[in-house]
T-cell receptor
Framework: AQKITQTQPGMFVQEKEAVTLDCTYD???????LFWYKQPSSGEMIFLIY??????QNATEGRYSLNFQKARKSANLVISASQLGDSAMYFC??????????????FGQGTELSVKP | GAVVSQHPSWVICKSGTSVKIECRSL??????MFWYRQFPKQSLMLMAT?????????EQGVEKDKFLINHASLTLSTLTVTSAHPEDSSFYICSASNKSRGTETQYFGPGTRLLVL
């Protein structure tokens, strides 16, 4: 069963506008963490933002914010004031606190974001 | 902080040869490192979890004898692709876990593109 689902293979956004990238997850573990990573065409994975399952407030990091809706099991990434350099693949990932898994991440399929000038 | 390096960034080799890829955490110690494989336009696939001083834990379907992992120190893990074949051509990327602000986050290296002729 797919544990992390990103339903948008590709997204377009106009420069300076905000964009929301969707991510839903499935877990029975009450303790988990949700991550977003950006992968430019160069290939490196850049950590953007983290949300813990027990965090009361939505995480924010500069222009990135995470819209965490626990009951709906969604963790959407919001990028405000898009820039041309935001064009990249974006991956949502989850870490379950399962002892034997050693904190490994489960990744979604990714969303390719293109920012138009 | 939390910089991970990977070497080499590119490697082209003949079929049947072995290739070693190094992953280093530059400014922190990592008891756990992870090795991923990524095909074009696809998500990251976890190959194995590397723990310092012990044997790596491989994901289902990953050949242990084919992909040798050594985590000899708290800052270095190596992946050796033995007797490489064209189907092993891929993008290999490592990550290292670092605790920051009470959260264990995986920081990724820049990746290694392997082409087996």
């Amino acid at each position: 069963a797919q544990k992390i689902t990103q339903t948008q293979p590709g997204m377009f956004v106009q420069e300076k506008e905000a964009v929301t990238l969707d991510c839903t997850y499935d877990t029975s573990d009450p303790s988990y963490g949700l991550f977003w990573y950006k992968q430019p065409s160069s290939g490196e994975m850049i950590f953007l933002i983290y949300q813990g399952s027990y965090d009361q407030q939505n995480a924010t990091e500069g222009r990135y914010s995470l819209n965490f809706q626990k009951a709906r099991k969604s963790a959407n990434l919001v990028i405000s004031a898009s820039q041309l350099g935001d064009s990249a693949m974006y991956f949502c990932a989850m870490r379950e606190r399962t002892y034997n898994q050693g904190g490994k991440l489960i990744f979604g399929q990714g969303t390719e974001l293109s920012v138009k000038p | 902080g939390a910089v991970v390096s990977q070497h080499p960034s590119w490697v082209i080799c003949k079929s049947g040869t072995s290739v070693k890829i190094e992953c280093r955490s530059l400014d922190f110690q990592a008891t756990t490192m992870f090795w991923y494989r990524q095909f074009p336009k696809q998500s990251l696939m976890l190959m194995a979890t590397s723990n310092e001083g012990s044997k790596a834990t491989y994901e289902q379907g990953v050949e242990k004898d084919k992909f040798l992992i050594n985590h000899a120190s708290l800052t270095l893990s190596t992946l050796t692709v033995t007797s490489a074949h064209p189907e092993d051509s891929s993008f290999y990327i490592c990550s290292a876990s670092n605790k920051s602000r009470g959260t264990e986050t995986q920081y990724f290296g820049p990746g290694t593109r392997l082409l087996v002729l």
